[in-house]
């Protein structure tokens, strides 16, 4: 499988996680609370390679990754990913430029849940969400662990897993993870798009 055949597959995971995510939203209304950009203004977030493919080449095509790449060597650590807009001056406001290619992490943070120590399911979200909606928290903790379907965290994680399992476990600062991302595009079609065509052998 080449990178943009893996990116494609990270998008069909994408899209039937979307699905999945859209149908529990509806019935839980346990959405994040309305402007909040506090998790996306937080400069520790991790991800990998692989979810950020999907950016990167709708990025190429776009003729934006080489500005992109740009406006990440000049990122420090300590910054929080480049796709936030911050609309506070504390950051906790905002909201993400391209929500539509966002990656795994961000898909899966208050929409998704994990296995405890009691081996019950818990909802994977926020303090803000814990006690500014504090019964819809409560009611969809309660009734995931009966009928109310919620991806699993581990259970997306596999799937990319299984498309390609190094550039999955290799976790790290989500400012990091796209610029790789978009290096190994760039890469990629730099090579793709100058092969030159093998001469016919004539006789």
Sequence with gaps: MNLQEKSQEVRKVFDELD????????????TCISGCGLCCSNPKVSASVLEFLPL?????????AEKALE???NTTEDQF???YKSLSLDNAM??????????????????????NKESKKEIITCKKIKEGKKELYQKAAKEVNEDLALPSSSGAYSQLYSIDFQMTAK???INQAIREALEAVLTYKFYTENQEPEASESF
Excluded: W
């Design 19 to 30: 699905m999945e995510i859209k149908a529990f939203l509806a019935t839980s209304k346990l």
């Design 71 to 73: 406006l990440l060597e």
């Design 171 to 173: 976790q790290m600062p």
């Design 94 to 115: 905002g909201f993400c430029s391209d929500y539509a290619n966002r990656g795994m992490i961000c898909r899966l943070f208050s929409s998704s849940y994990r296995n």
């Design 56 to 64: 990167a080449f709708d990025l190429y095509e776009k003729e934006k």
């Design 81 to 83: 990913c480049i796709l």
